[in-house]
């Protein structure tokens, strides 16, 4: 079957049944997913079957005086006269029915609401109001512009988009289902709020709750694509839903014994494994080492750990006993650790910090979600000893202040009583480190350490925010910045040997080269992060391999 098509005089489009696409719809801009039409000669121009055989023309009771014809909005992006939707207020990717008497225009999807809703969130089908006007929604508690569905014989009004919120929902950061309730009485909680975005909740107005445990969401909070994990539990039964416990986990073996031993304390050791992660034996030690790094975690490795005699390769205990496969609070699908991210590239971008790591990585591959070892450790509720109350994982759609360096971040751990907060980079930072060949350790601050007025670091020589923390050695009175001390990269491993398929030798990751050669790619001088060869003196920049 053909279609000749207002928009593709070109060619025709042939009808697919069954056929999908992994593109947009050129008239409503969604996914392709079932029946559609397509020109097979551009291989682009595609439609749903319902947008293709939209009519041309259409009377609506939003503007009943004039027909409105069919037109295509992204023709029409640089025309300052053509005005926004009446419904949704924006001028989206999709098709509209215009008047051009008037400058009426009504998106496709908005145009095909039906005159009647079954929403969840009320016992009684909803009916929009086709008139623009100011209210609050009885179920969201906002006010506001706009077009409202209401029931008549209850006088009840909400947003278009809030009938989509469902009766139960299961979020990642909760073991139990959770009910939408309209209103209610919060017994045990003087002040309740928010657990996934640690806000106050108004409990005059819809949310989500757990009888059960006293958990309370925001709508907007649990039904994000972040944290929600089940859709629709509305058939599951109570002591079914018991069975969907958060921290169910397949703990997969990492490694196996070779050798063990007996401790003083009786318990059996193992003293030498061979680990996923490496193609040598490891063995357990008590040496004492500086400056060394775990490959797991990169952090400072401390006895006793687990070594390879043949490498630059170490692992703390906790390192090997983490389990293979398991779920975080921060992700909806059980994560696979993995030695070196799944893919070429020898380091990733960690999805809760941020910073650029090449220890091992928890990863969903189906979402390219990645966390490295340490934030992955966070849970999402804990104590810090930087504050004298608990702080519970904060994810919201904007940036909050970190309370540790200042910065602004989308996940932070926040106390529910004060304004304070933390990220995940000072969450995670280490309580004590070293500095090349200082020979006192430095402790991780959290209030200036005088009233002299005067803040500098001493590596850098740069004034320092007295409000912000600080590694300091009280032996010297030596503060300096975490990043001088810690590096620009605190959580990759330099010296890590690597191997590229266009170079023989093995390559050395460097982090600051001593006579800055040139790149053998770009010749541009190597100052920082590159990859040498030692044996025939081939240096690389990072971003150039």
Not at 155 to 161: L, N, P, V
Not at 319 to 335: A, G
Not at 338 to 360: L, M, Q, T, V
Not at 466 to 473: I, T
Request: hydrophobic fraction near 30%; include cysteine; glycine fraction near 4%.
């Amino acid at each position: 079957m053909e279609l000749q098509h207002f928009c593709h005089p070109e060619h025709p489009l042939i009808f697919n049944e069954k056929r999908t696409y992994d593109r947009d719809c050129h008239g409503c801009d969604q996914p392709i997913l079932g029946p559609n039409y397509i020109c097979i000669q551009c291989d682009h121009f595609c439609h749903h079957k319902s947008c293709a055989e939209l009519p041309l023309e259409l009377h609506h009771p939003l503007h009943p005086k004039h027909p409105l014809i069919l037109f295509p909005t992204w023709k029409y992006y640089d025309n300052e006269d053509f005005e926004k939707c009446e419904v949704c207020k924006t001028n989206q990717g999709e098709y509209a029915y215009r008047c051009s008497h008037c400058n009426f225009n009504i998106h496709i999807t908005c145009a095909s609401l039906a005159p009647t809703m079954e929403a969840e969130v009320h016992e009684h089908p909803l009916t929009p109001f086709w008139k623009w006007i100011t209210f609050t929604c009885d179920l969201y508690g906002k006010g506001g512009e706009g077009m409202p569905y209401q029931c008549n014989p209850c006088g009840f009004g909400i947003h278009r988009e809030c009938a989509s919120f469902l009766h139960r929902v299961k979020v990642v950061r909760h073991k139990h289902p959770l009910d939408l309730i309209q209103s209610f009485e919060v017994h045990q909680l003087d002040s309740p709020f928010c657990q996934l975005c640690v806000q106050n909740v108004d409990t005059n107005y819809g949310l989500y709750y757990c009888y059960k445990c006293d958990f309370v969401a925001h709508l907007h909070c649990a039904m994000d694509r972040r944290n929600i994990e089940y859709i629709n539990l509305s058939e599951l039964k109570d002591d079914e839903n018991e069975d969907l416990e958060l921290d169910q986990f397949v703990h997969l073996a990492t490694y196996k014994v070779k050798k063990t031993t007996v401790g003083e304390d009786g318990i059996e050791i193992a003293t030498e494994i061979e680990h996923f992660s490496h193609k040598h034996d490891l063995k357990y030690t008590y040496e004492i080492l500086n400056n060394e790094k775990c490959n797991g975690c990169v952090q400072a490795i401390l006895p006793p750990f687990y070594s390879c005699a043949e490498c630059n390769f170490f692992l703390h205990k906790s390192c090997v006993d983490l389990p293979r496969k398991k779920r975080h609070p921060l992700h909806q699908h059980p994560l696979t650790l993995f030695p070196k991210p799944p893919y070429r590239r020898k380091w990733f971008n960690c999805d809760a910090c941020s910073e650029i790591c090449n220890g091992f990585t928890y990863t969903c591959e189906n979402c390219d979600f990645k966390l490295d070892v340490q934030c992955y450790l966070m849970l999402d509720s804990l104590t810090h000893e930087s504050h004298k109350h608990r702080l519970i994982l904060s994810g919201t759609g904007y940036h909050q202040s970190c309370s540790g360096c200042g910065s602004k971040r989308l996940l932070v751990f926040k106390c529910i009583t004060c304004e304070f907060a933390l990220d995940f980079n000072c969450i995670t930072l280490p309580h004590t480190t070293r500095y090349k060949q200082h020979e006192h350790p430095f402790t991780l601050s959290y209030i200036a350490e005088d009233n002299s007025g005067e803040y500098y670091c001493d590596i850098c020589e740069e004034e320092r925010d007295p409000n912000h923390w600080f590694y300091y050695c009280s032996d010297c009175n030596y503060p300096t910045h975490p990043k001088c001390i810690l590096g620009k990269y605190p959580k990759y491993k330099f010296e890590s040997v690597y191997t590229i398929f266009y170079h023989p030798h093995p390559l050395t990751f460097v982090e600051e080269p001593k006579d800055h050669p040139p790149c053998d790619t770009c010749e541009d001088l190597c100052e920082e992060y590159i990859y040498q060869c030692v044996q025939c003196n081939f240096n690389v920049h990072c971003f150039c391999i």
